[in-house]
């Protein structure tokens, strides 16, 4: 269940986001299928796909690069990053996610850095510049201040360095995700206050949370492209996507490479964007 509009300030809201994301974890360490990463070829498929879109940008791939992967999460992509030849840095508000972040990469014997911090203050949090920051599938919809946010990705980068992001398509959050046709329900354009959801169950897995209010903030495309501009990153590419990689909607469908919507609705409302910028 989620209202549309909620009166709430950031730091209350991110204190309870936090609460619910502490626990997601457990219920996300059961679910996303970490055996799968015994197999020392094995990456995430956010990430495979991610790097063949890096490639063009990237033609020798992210070995020997410094990432920085901000809302990491439990550690998968990051992980696979550093499979794939990065000295990766996980940076995430979330103790338990990291904690299970660090866990994985000690059990599979990966190097990596795990930073505890709100990514609006990311900067500050985390030592050294990096080549690349890495972050999407979930995560500028938990930022109320996306200048804010684009200004930690810029300040983090060294000239020449890459910002890379897939995520889910604002037109999305917009849709009603529990009717069975494409029904538009919430805000596509924001004003600063966030959509509170009260929910028990997260995107994977039957597992309940504790803690089921949450407060994601809606930011239009055109807020993203222009808060990176403004961070002083040129846009290199723009790209919109049909295939998500979670279920969003009951209705949604398998594919190869995720969920999609059913039969012609795949070519009405698109799933993710991709952006890749650089520092000059
Ligand atoms: C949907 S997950 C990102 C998905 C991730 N790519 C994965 O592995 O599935 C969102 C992440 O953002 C984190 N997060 C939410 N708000 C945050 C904030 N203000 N600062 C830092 N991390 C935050 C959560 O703890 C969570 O790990």
């Avoid at 299928?33 to 879109?53: I, K, M, N, Y």
């Avoid at 209705?251 to 000059?280: H, N, S």
């Amino acid at each position: 269940m989620s209202d549309d509009i909620a009166d709430i300030g950031w730091e209350p809201a991110r204190e309870a986001n936090r609460a619910n994301w502490n626990d997601r974890v457990p219920l996300h360490v059961d679910a996303y299928g970490l055996d799968a990463f015994d197999d020392p070829e094995h990456l995430s498929d956010v990430v495979r796909t991610d790097l063949v879109a890096l490639g063009a940008f990237l033609p020798d791939g992210v070995a020997g690069l410094d990432v920085c992967h901000l809302q990491c999460h439990i550690g998968t992509d990051t992980i696979s990053l550093a499979r794939a030849g990065a000295r990766v840095t996980g940076v995430d508000f979330s103790r338990p996610a990291l904690d299970a972040a660090a866990a994985l990469a000690d059990r599979l014997g990966l190097e990596a850095t795990w930073v505890e911090s709100d990514a609006l203050e990311a900067r500050a949090a985390v030592s050294g510049d990096f080549d690349l920051v890495y972050t999407g599938i979930g995560a500028i919809c938990w930022l109320a201040d996306l200048d804010r946010w684009a200004a930690q990705v810029a300040a983090l980068l060294r000239g020449g360095g890459l910002f890379y992001i897939r995520d889910g398509h604002p037109m999305l959050d917009a849709i009603d995700e529990t009717r069975d046709e494409l029904v538009l329900r919430y805000r596509y354009f924001g004003d600063g206050r966030p959509r509170r959801w009260d929910e028990p169950g997260t995107y994977i897995g039957d597992g309940t949370v504790e803690h089921t209010t949450c407060y994601e903030w809606p930011h239009p495309v055109s807020e993203v492209v222009g808060a990176l501009i403004g961070a002083g990153l040129r846009i290199l590419r723009l790209e919109e996507g049909q295939t998500l990689p979670w279920r969003f909607a009951p209705r949604m469908v398998e594919t190869d490479g995720g969920y999609q919507w059913p039969g012609i609705e795949r070519d009405l409302v698109p799933c993710t964007f991709t952006i890749v910028a650089r520092k000059d």
